[in-house]
């Protein structure tokens, strides 16, 4: 069995062949670009000096207390609802296996594998801050499992985001002792027994706090939550371009786009979208040509006008949600966690709520960024108020329906949006005999928001051959440079106006552009310069 996910998951790395320097992993907080070079770049690991220290010396504190009569929860005790429970030396391997097996308990499909990289590298990075006990030899083989290119295999379903991320960090931890199901290198499902060996990887036998340690934390919704960052930023710029390319095509101005009018209300993301969009549609012969006193519209519809309010506010959602990853990634989170006098203390640092709040809120403007491209899209497929264009953007009207039903499409994507942006958060389900009695649901709003940025790439898509058609349909006025540059970049994978042909493989053309980056890409050539290289 292979991945079955929507999209090609990247490809697995191949050790030594990644193309990019190994990411050191110290107690040093991790960066974005650190997060993305393991997850999706294929990059390698390497424990950093002060890393192999840290660890090293807070292992000895929990040997010591291993060794003590008095009881410490994690190290000598059970867990959670059983931590009254003291459990003697020779049964503290076959504790921290139960604990594994036990808690990797998830059920559904596999999450993507930059998904499970991502988790990994940052349970590493924890690891790596000397806070947990894990033992150097544990901490070397999670980051050679990283850099063998298998990927446990993590089910869909199983985290309540409190205490973590369990089920999920747990199935990475049984792959470490050589038990679960694996993705090795080559993305063929298999049992860790087979693949490891083959890696050259010796299985793992835990030791004392090593279960809880590989397994509490937040590294699952807080890897999702770079990831989904790193997609909204770009996305948010496509729609910039796209909401300007349909400015043009429906013949609407960009005088409400004015740096003085949006300094009236000054929101940094607002005056960013309404920036670019002036730079998108610079020089454009299709805005000029309705510049003069012939001109009796007074002011565009809001799904226009208002554009840079909205995806300005999702600019600063995005923002504020990237603050708090930036937190998140200098973080050690555990329980109970070693402090630097040798304590072992109970917290409730696991608790995921400040990046459930943060992923559910990404959803909301995700989802109203969404909703005003479809109302442009729908304003273009309308004859009574396109401004001249054929209904449908069809070639013959009756006989040819255009890109009436792709935007049925696109609708429908729009109202699931609307639903994905209910929050999780909200709903906490208590469990572990009452124990765990108030938890964040942070994994289910980092699992709809994933599928939300995917939901908004489609929505773009069609916007995207909606706006390019309409330009085409405006012949002989051309675009602007940028707009034109996009809409030539499109005409290289779909036909410009014409009888009906196939339209779904059009819009998994169109999405597959925004997905590469080259959309971002043919636009940033034009609007970099005029914005001083900050687009």
């Known amino acids: 069995m292979r991945y079955n996910v929507e999209h090609p998951p990247t490809q697995h790395p191949v050790p030594g062949h990644s193309g990019t320097a190994p990411t050191e992993v110290g107690p040093e907080p991790l960066t974005v670009e650190q997060v993305m070079a393991v997850a999706r770049g294929r990059a390698s690991v390497r424990l950093s000096e002060s890393a192999e220290q840290g660890i090293g010396d807070t292992r ?13 929860y994690g190290v000598s005790t059970g867990f959670g609802a059983l931590a009254i429970r003291h459990i003697p030396p020779e049964r503290r391997a076959a504790l921290q296996a139960s604990f594994v097996r036990s808690h990797a308990a998830g059920a559904g499909d596999p999450v993507e594998p930059e998904v499970v990289r991502a988790l990994m590298l940052l349970r590493l990075h924890t690891v790596a801050t000397g806070r947990t006990g894990v033992r150097p030899e544990t901490a070397h083989a999670l980051a050679e499992l990283l850099n063998s290119g298998i990927v446990p295999v993590v089910h869909e379903y199983g985290s309540l985001g409190c205490s973590g991320d369990l089920a999920p960090l747990a199935a990475v931890a ?6 679960g199901e694996v993705f090795d290198a080559a993305g063929a499902r298999r049992p860790a027994a087979e693949a490891l060996p083959e890696a050259g990887i010796r299985p793992v036998t835990l030791a004392e706090k090593e279960g809880l ?6 590294d699952g919704m807080l890897g999702m939550l770079v990831l989904a960052l790193r997609d909204l930023s770009e996305l948010v710029d496509v729609a910039d371009v796209t909401a300007a390319m349909s400015v043009e095509a429906l013949l609407g101005t960009d005088r409400a786009f004015a740096a003085d009018l949006q300094a009236l209300r000054p929101h940094p993301g607002q005056a960013h979208s309404a920036a670019r969009m002036r730079a998108l549609l610079a020089d454009s012969p299709v805005v000029a040509s309705h510049r003069g006193p012939d001109c009796t519209r007074v002011q565009d519809a809001y799904s226009m006008r208002c554009s840079p309010q909205v995806h300005g506010s999702a600019r600063d959602t995005i923002e504020h949600a990237a603050t708090v990853a930036e937190r998140e990634l200098a973080a050690a989170i555990d329980n109970p966690v070693v402090l630097d006098d040798g304590r072992v203390e109970s917290n409730g640092n696991f608790h995921g709520a400040p990046l459930a709040h943060v992923l559910d809120f990404l959803a909301i403007p995700l989802a109203d960024v ?16 396109s401004q001249g264009l054929p209904a449908f953007l069809a070639d013959d009207p009756g006989v040819d329906s255009g890109y009436m039903i792709a935007h049925y499409t696109q609708a429908g994507v729009v109202t699931d949006l609307k639903r994905a942006a209910n929050p999780a958060s909200v709903d906490s389900i208590p469990t572990s005999a009452m124990q765990e009695d108030h938890v964040s649901m942070g994994w289910s709003a980092a ?4 599928t939300a940025v995917s939901g908004l790439r489609k929505v773009l ?3 995207l051959l909606t706006a390019a058609r309409a330009l085409d349909l405006r012949a002989p006025l ?3 440079p940028a707009t034109a540059a996009v809409r030539d970049l499109l005409r290289t994978q779909v036909s410009g106006p014409g009888p009906d042909e196939h339209v779904a493989p059009q819009i998994l053309a169109a999405e597959q552009l925004l997905a590469s980056g080259e959309v971002h890409r043919a636009a940033a050539e034009h609007v970099d310069p005029v914005l001083g290289g900050h687009s």
């Not at 000895?60 to 410490?72: C, F, N, R, V, W």
């Open 60 to 72: 000895k504190h929990i040997d010591t207390l291993a060794a003590a009569e008095q009881p410490t």
């Open 174 to 179: 049984l792959a470490l002792t050589g038990e």
């Open 213 to 218: 340690a590989l397994t509490n934390g937040t």
């Open 370 to 385: 969404a909703g005003i491209a479809e109302r442009r899209t729908d304003r273009m497929l309308d004859v009574a108020r």
């Open 447 to 450: 699992r709809k928001l994933r």
């Open 461 to 463: 898509a069609v916007e």
């Open 478 to 480: 051309r675009p602007a």
